[in-house]
């Protein structure tokens, strides 16, 4: 059984970095042709996409986050990790990692596109 744990600050200030891990156990990230996603949800608002990460390596972002995010995977700790930048409260949002068995649909989030989540990590930005 695949499981993914988002892990980091619950509280992060204005202007600062957001740095997130989602662990992954009962499988390699590595294996597979799968694509691992970070996603998250505003209060009120609905699922957005941030980026993917492939069976390979190569990496994909949302075209409105790009300039502000990196997404990377330790292949040795199995892990992926997100970074955003210069981070203001409209970045506040419920942040979740996903895998899914296709490239997802970017411009709405499609629960179902994904197999496995993990139960998500609540991060606020606020001074």
């Given at each position: ?5 988002e ?20 499988g ?9 996603s ?5 209060p ?8 993917t ?5 190569s ?7 790009k300039s502000?995010?990196?997404i ?32 997802p649909t ?7 596109e994904y ?13």
């Open positions: 059984q695949v499981q993914l744990q892990s980091g600050p619950g509280l992060v200030k204005p202007s600062q970095t957001l740095s997130l891990t989602c662990a992954v156990s009962g390699s990230i590595t294996t597979g042709y799968y694509y691992w970070w996603i998250r949800q505003p009120g608002k609905e699922l957005e996409w941030l980026g990460i492939d069976f390979s390596g990496i994909y972002y949302s075209p409105s986050l502000r995010t990196s990377s995977w330790d292949t040795s700790k199995n892990q992926i990790t997100l970074q955003l930048r210069s981070v203001t409260p409209e970045d506040t949002a419920v942040y979740y990692c996903a895998r899914g068995s296709i490239f970017i411009r709405v989030v499609i629960a179902n197999d496995y989540w993990g139960q998500g990590t609540q991060v606020t930005v606020s001074s």
